[in-house]
């Protein structure tokens, strides 16, 4: 039973950030002690708490003294809690803010952004929270001593790094980190930061650009993250570019040759590494396989796929879900249209072929120009609903599957703020998502729409930042 502190009135100090109450769990300790849904906590342990990690680490101590708010009328409860949770459910996992970035890249895909988005698109996180919590990449270079301190003494591990390149001049020369916003000037190293966080297992990342840190210096680089123990893994993806690209450096996409040059070394890395760690350590986005026009790897290949949200093996994951037993017929005749972009629709055309054989059902695998974006963008997780709009006349079909990853996360709204209701009433026919997997992309076609669809990307940092409305 929670010791209930009687109420007072008073002014939280400075130092504290609210943290709105989003539900209170029935029967809970927060519940018998009279605080609601909308209240704010504002310290535990007599401590102002930034986040989630925080508030279950004073949890995590036993003993707990929680000072929460009646914003309504100021009115302040004190309960206390031994090794019982209180029943708190916040809105948010962030409760300061997502911290930004530091740097100025000339890869950065915000600065490259078309206007008009809704304005949580816009925001340049790099918050090593996000990074623990749901596998978002960072850079380190805003780090405090403070913030490297936490990491180690909460143990934060893994986290999800942003490397680039292990050269420090060529890294500076890539991201640009601006003097005034980095606290630690040790936080611009990335070497450094490797060594002081060697407690804290990291996946990194490589964004390659062709010609600033492929070739040689690719090799470099993965010699340097090899040598470090808590360095698990490196993702290695192409810059991402789109057509509104201003006053910003110039830059190309992989072609079909630079893509194969990027995949031979990572390969010899590969085979290296199996011999040397039992594990191939660099692995390849699949937006380098489908360039390049090279078969994807075989699922054992990704190892266990730690990080397919950046898009490492999204793809085998799609296929290694094959359909359930497909129907000879169907009781009517249905039209359906499978729109996705440039990139993955000779892909998604190979893998509906067995459903071709299905009596009285018609597909047509459609590549939807990113107009949004701009052409030089192929991916289907960057259409828009204002593509659709544009690709597809209203009533040809009787049915449009689009991605599950074109959707804000949790919610039925795409990028520009259409949403599936919108596009379906513009377009006079049903639209409904079509599955993150074979399997489940079939059922949906065949049963009607699936309840669990949802983005193969999981919660990532952007739909923190979507569905906290940290705009």
């Known amino acids: 039973m929670p010791r209930v502190v009687p109420s007072r009135r008073d002014r939280p100090r400075p130092d504290i950030t609210p943290a709105r109450i989003r539900a209170v769990e029935a029967g809970s300790p927060a519940e018998r002690a009279g605080v609601g849904a909308g209240?704010?906590?504002?310290?535990?342990?007599?401590?102002?708490?930034?986040?989630?990690?925080?508030?279950?680490?004073?949890?995590?101590?036993?003993?707990?003294?929680?000072?929460?708010?009646?914003?309504?009328?100021?009115?302040?409860?004190?309960?206390?809690?031994?090794?019982?949770?209180?029943?708190?459910?916040?809105?948010?996992?962030?409760?300061?803010?997502?911290?930004?970035?530091?740097?100025?890249?000339?890869?950065?895909?915000?600065?490259?952004?078309?206007?008009?988005?809704?304005?949580?698109?816009?925001?340049?996180?790099?918050?090593?929270?996000?990074?623990?919590?749901?596998?978002?990449?960072?850079?380190?270079?805003?780090?405090?001593?403070?913030?490297?301190?936490?990491?180690?003494?909460?143990?934060?591990?893994?986290?999800?790094?942003?490397?680039?390149?292990?050269?420090?001049?060529?890294?500076?020369?890539?991201?640009?980190?601006?003097?005034?916003?980095?606290?630690?000037?040790?936080?611009?190293?990335?070497?450094?930061?490797?060594?002081?966080?060697?407690?804290?297992?990291?996946?990194?990342?490589?964004?390659?650009?062709?010609?600033?840190?492929?070739?040689?210096?690719?090799?470099?680089?993965?010699?340097?993250?090899?040598?470090?123990?808590?360095?698990?893994?490196?993702?290695?993806?192409?810059?991402?570019?789109?057509?509104?690209?201003?006053?910003?450096?110039?830059?190309?996409?992989?072609?079909?040759?630079?893509?194969?040059?990027?995949?031979?070394?990572?390969?010899?890395?590969?085979?290296?590494?199996l011999a040397e760690r039992g594990t191939r350590f660099v692995f390849a986005s699949d937006e380098l396989y489908l360039v390049a026009g090279e078969p994807l790897p075989p699922a054992e290949a990704y190892e266990g796929y730690p990080m397919l949200e950046n898009g490492i093996g999204m793809v085998r994951d799609f296929l290694d879900e094959p359909p359930d037993t497909l129907p000879e017929r169907l009781e009517g005749r249905r039209r359906a249209l499978l729109v996705t972009g440039k990139l993955f629709a000779p892909v998604l055309e190979r893998a509906v072929a067995p459903l071709r054989g299905i009596d009285g059902l018609e597909l047509e695998v459609r590549a939807v120009p990113n107009r949004t974006f701009g052409e030089v963008t192929t991916v289907a997780g960057l259409l828009a609903g204002r593509d659709l709009l544009e690709a597809v006349r209203p009533g040809e079909a009787d049915l449009l599957l689009i991605s599950p990853n074109m959707l804000k996360y949790g919610t039925r709204t795409m990028l520009d703020d259409l949403t599936v209701d919108d596009v379906a009433v513009a377009l006079g026919m049903p639209v409904v998502p079509g599955g993150s997997s074979l399997g489940q992309l079939a059922r949906t076609l065949l049963q009607g729409e699936a309840a669990d669809v949802a983005p193969s990307f999981g919660f990532s940092t952007h739909a923190v930042k979507e569905a906290s409305e940290q705009h």
């Open 39 to 273: 209240w704010e906590l504002l310290r535990v342990n007599r401590l102002g708490i930034p986040d989630i990690l925080a508030y279950r680490r004073e949890l995590g101590r036993g003993s707990a003294r929680i000072e929460v708010r009646d914003p309504a009328d100021g009115r302040l409860v004190e309960f206390e809690v031994a090794w019982e949770d209180p029943g708190l459910e916040f809105e948010d996992v962030i409760f300061d803010g997502i911290r930004l970035c530091a740097n100025k890249c000339d890869f950065c895909y915000i600065h490259q952004m078309p206007q008009g988005m809704r304005d949580s698109l816009y925001i340049m996180d790099d918050d090593f929270r996000t990074s623990f919590l749901y596998g978002s990449f960072v850079t380190l270079t805003n780090l405090t001593d403070d913030d490297l301190e936490r990491i180690l003494d909460e143990q934060l591990s893994p986290l999800y790094v942003s490397v680039h390149s292990a050269d420090e001049e060529r890294r500076h020369g890539l991201m640009k980190p601006w003097p005034h916003k980095v606290p630690d000037a040790g936080a611009a190293g990335i070497r450094t930061m490797i060594e002081r966080l060697e407690p804290i297992d990291l996946y990194t990342q490589m964004v390659l650009l062709p010609g600033r840190n492929d070739g040689p210096s690719l090799t470099a680089t993965l010699e340097y993250l090899a040598s470090r123990p808590n360095v698990l893994a490196v993702a290695t993806v192409p810059v991402g570019l789109t057509g509104h690209r201003r006053n910003l450096p110039e830059l190309e996409p992989y072609g079909p040759d630079g893509a194969r040059a990027v995949l031979q070394r990572v390969r010899a890395f590969q085979e290296r590494m």
